[in-house]
């Protein structure tokens, strides 16, 4: 994949690679000892003298993925040449295990790159439980993602709970640790690391709502964990809701949670446009 920057004043070429192209140094030598990094379309050294216009490219790789390429149906809520926003089905993987290394949205992100010729790696940003839906933001390289790592994200899910907050709005404010091995779970604890979720209520239906629900902090099932930890655990949850939301869900059928990944806004980590990026999802019951 190539990174491209038009000129448009002077100066040494590793001044716009560390600057208007913000390449971390280490990203840089290893590019520069390879031949890498162009001018106009020729090899060109850290040294060289940048004029306007001059176009400065660095071509970048990734390792081949070890699973294959899978083609089918895929949301693309936003793409450019550094970004791509998908938005991924309840019951689907984020990515391939070493038990199985088909059926996840990974393949499918491959097989998008291949149909349109474009050399790119499957680097997520916001990463979902197999059973939530919503958006996942992918950067096309390594160099894009490390610069996402620093790039302030707001995320909003829409959540279907089982009763209702007391308050419309509020703050939860519940550490959480994982539970000893060999479970996955993770269980609030004093010994937790700090995680805070903020909430809203959208809309009062008759023994559920639905929840805006902001993390503050990202631990694993935060979300989920602390909806069940204040009393209104999300509808569909078969690891943390409780035995009357669990009754609820039976009568209607669910077969996953209802939270999706509804909104992100962030600036663009290269351009600087903010972004507004919305799901077509959203968690209801049928």
């Known amino acids: ?46 040294d060289f003298q940048v004029t306007p216009g001059d176009v ?17 149906e895929l949301t693309v809520i936003y793409e450019d ?50 059973d939530t839906s919503g958006i996942v933001l992918l950067a096309k390289n390594s160099h894009i993602h490390s610069l996402l790592q620093s ?12 009763g209702c907050p007391e308050a419309d709005s509020g703050i939860i404010d519940a550490p959480i640790v994982r539970k000893p091995l060999p479970s996955l779970l993770r269980e609030i604890s004093p010994e937790g690391k700090p995680s805070v979720t903020e909430y809203r209520v959208l809309e009062k ?12 902090t990202g631990r694993t099932h935060q979300l989920r964990l602390h909806c069940a930890y204040m009393g209104f655990p999300i509808l569909g949850d078969p690891q943390y809701g409780s035995e009357e939301s669990t009754a609820f869900s039976a009568q209607w059928n669910l077969t996953h949670q209802l939270l999706c990944a509804s909104t992100l806004k962030l600036p663009h980590p290269v351009t600087g446009q903010f972004l507004v990026l919305h799901s077509q999802y959203h968690p209801k019951l049928l």
């Open 81 to 130: 040449a550094y970004l791509l926003a998908v938005d991924k089905p309840a019951g689907m993987l984020i990515h391939p295990s070493h038990s199985r290394l088909t059926g996840t949205l990974a393949n499918l992100v491959l097989g998008h790159y291949q149909v349109t010729k474009q050399s790119c790696a499957f680097h997520p940003l916001t990463r979902l439980d197999r």
């Open 205 to 216: 239906h008759d023994g559920y709502s639905k929840l805006a629900l902001t993390p503050v």
């Open 1 to 46: 994949m190539e990174l491209c920057h038009t000129a448009t004043r002077s100066g040494r070429l590793s001044s716009f690679l560390r600057g208007e192209m913000a390449m971390s140094a280490g990203l840089v030598n290893r590019l520069k000892w390879s031949h890498r990094i162009l001018v106009n379309g020729q090899p060109r050294h850290n």
């Open 56 to 72: 400065i490219c660095a071509l970048l790789d990734d390792p081949q993925p070890e699973y294959p390429a899978e083609f089918g």
């Open 151 to 162: 790039t302030p994200v707001e995320k909003t899910y829409h959540a279907l709970v089982y």
